[in-house]
């Protein structure tokens, strides 16, 4: 699984769903540990933050501890 990648792109209403959706991701492949996240330009340096906080752990545990951010590339 180290190889394969899919890009999706959520925009749910809240981060809670969020993690919801990320639980899901996570449970096909319970061994990935890395995603990629392309935050809107338009977000705060706190909202990334959170955003980070948010993928890395819910309340059943690790969800992606390996995090990427990408910006725009111009």
């Given at each position: 699984?180290?190889?394969?990648?899919?890009k999706?792109?959520?925009?749910?209403?809240?981060?809670?769903?969020?993690?919801?959706?990320?639980?899901?991701?996570?449970?096909l492949?319970?061994?990935?540990?890395?995603?990629?996240?392309?935050?809107?330009?338009?977000?705060?340096?706190?909202?990334v933050?959170?955003?980070m906080?948010?993928?890395?752990?819910?309340?059943q545990?690790?969800?992606?501890s390996?995090?990427?951010?990408?910006?725009?590339?111009?």
């Amino acid at each position: 699984s180290a190889g394969e990648t899919e890009k999706k792109t959520w925009e749910p209403p809240d981060l809670e769903q969020l993690q919801a959706l990320l639980r899901q991701v996570k449970s096909l492949d319970p061994s990935r540990k890395r995603i990629k996240i392309h935050p809107d330009a338009s977000y705060t340096a706190q909202q990334v933050v959170q955003l980070m906080d948010v993928v890395q752990r819910d309340g059943q545990g690790e969800l992606f501890s390996e995090i990427v951010l990408e910006g725009d590339r111009q």
